[in-house]
């Protein structure tokens, strides 16, 4: 990746803690959802089918695709990107999907743009599991979150980063470089 210049900072995440984190997250929040459900209703359906896998592989996949998107607008809403600064796809290597930009972001927009999936793919597709006493909708909910452990670490990252400062993503690892002050973006 061609840079403008060298970046002021650098944050690398390290996938094998995201993937374990994201493991632990999940099932805790699985956990979490049971008790939940007991404690509202008394007791919880926690039970499995085939069925239930299969709805489960199909609504997890959507809500990737959803959550992935969910950056992009994002970028769009709080980053001013154009259609054609977005970056989307698979990184197989990495076992992730991602959503990217090509455009330098202030902190704060990409902050926005780290979070929003958690709250529309996550969050409320594992408190309505919750509501709903569904154990489908809790793990697929659970696993939502858990599956943006990466976006948390960024995030966590970002805010130490002062507020004013800029990110730009890169357009395939899971690094961001940090400008203390606005430049402008890579061709």
């Known amino acids: 990746m061609n840079l403008p210049r060298k970046p002021d ?6 996938m094998k803690s995201i ?5 632990v997250l999940t099932l805790l929040l699985i956990l979490a959802g049971g008790f939940f459900t007991i404690l509202f209703y008394g007791e919880s359906r926690f039970s499995f089918s085939l069925l239930d896998v299969l709805l489960w592989g199909v609504l ?8 992935e998107i969910c950056h992009l607008i994002g970028f769009i809403v709080w980053g001013k990107c154009k259609k054609e600064d977005l970056l989307y796809g698979v990184n197989r290597e990495l076992g992730i999907a991602y959503a ?3 455009k330098i972001l202030p902190v704060h927009a990409m902050r926005r743009a780290l979070l929003l999936p958690f709250w529309i793919t996550g969050l409320l597709p594992f408190a309505a599991g919750i509501w709903l006493n569904s154990v489908l909708l809790i793990i697929v909910g ?7 452990a990466g976006d948390f670490s960024m995030y966590k990252q970002l805010r130490r980063v002062k507020p004013d400062a800029f ?6 690892k899971p690094v961001l470089y940090i400008f203390n002050e606005k430049i402008d973006s890579p061709s």
Do not use: E, F
């Open 142 to 148: 659970a696993s939502l979150i858990g599956g943006a």
């Open 19 to 23: 993937h374990i984190w994201s493991i």
């Open 60 to 67: 997890y996949i959507l809500l990737i695709i959803l959550h």
């Open 9 to 14: 900072y650098t944050i690398q995440l390290n």
């Open 100 to 102: 990217g930009t090509k």
């Open 167 to 172: 990110v730009l993503d890169h357009t395939h």
